[in-house]
């Protein structure tokens, strides 16, 4: 019996799928009201959206990128919302996480994390560490930079205890160090709002990633949506340097 991965994939159906959930603020100053009511509304596309990938279309990888590094310079009001809002959706959201077979785990520095986040995060990353069905990744305090330091400092201290030798340190082996470590890299990575930049999400793993760049403000993104990104991702060669089709 093939697996649900392998089934996937003979279908064409990217593994791991990277969302850069963007457009909150100009969603709710369209409606007059202030961007912490965005945010509300954009919690409510991700639950959505995290439902219907694991239950209707069997995504094995999801990562949505919830907070960056950089957006610590918003004003502390906001700052503040947000750390409530994402406090409040891991501990409504724990329960169905571990009915559903959701694994949660979180991208970037959780150092940085005010101590109630931080520790919910922990005891849901725990509650769910045996979980298989979906794989969510969220990009809490997430900068690629930031990771790929990090990655460097784990990688010179591996090397200087011997655990590795320097000479053997390869791409795979590197990417171990990265906070993705065990996940397939992003077969599609999706941004909303209209804006076609990174944003420090992944550059790493993002290599060979397919793009999809769609004007609609987050809240509004529905899974509907993600069935035509994935049909954009399905209709694509992706040849990794080579000369792809039938001379690949
Ligand atoms: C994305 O929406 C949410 C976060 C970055 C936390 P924004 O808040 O960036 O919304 P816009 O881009 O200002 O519309
Ligand atoms: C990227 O969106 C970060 C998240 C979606 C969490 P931003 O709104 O912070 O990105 P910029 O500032 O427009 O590049
Ligand atoms: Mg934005």
Redesign the pocket.
Known sequence: MPTLIERGRAAGLPQHVAL???GN?RWAAARGLPRTAGHQAGARAAERLIRFAGRRLGLPYLTL????A??WKRPAAEVEFLMDLLDQFIEEKLAEFVREGVRLTVLGDPGGLPDRLRERVRRAVEATERNDRLHLAI?LNYGARQEIVRACQRAASAASTGAIAVDDLDPAGFARFLDTNGMPDPDLMVRTSG?M?L?N?LLWQAAYAELYFTKTLWPDFTPAELLAAVSSYQNRERRFGGVGGSGA
């Open positions: 850069v959930m963007d603020g990128f919830a907070f960056s950089e957006n990009a804006e930049r944003s999400f």
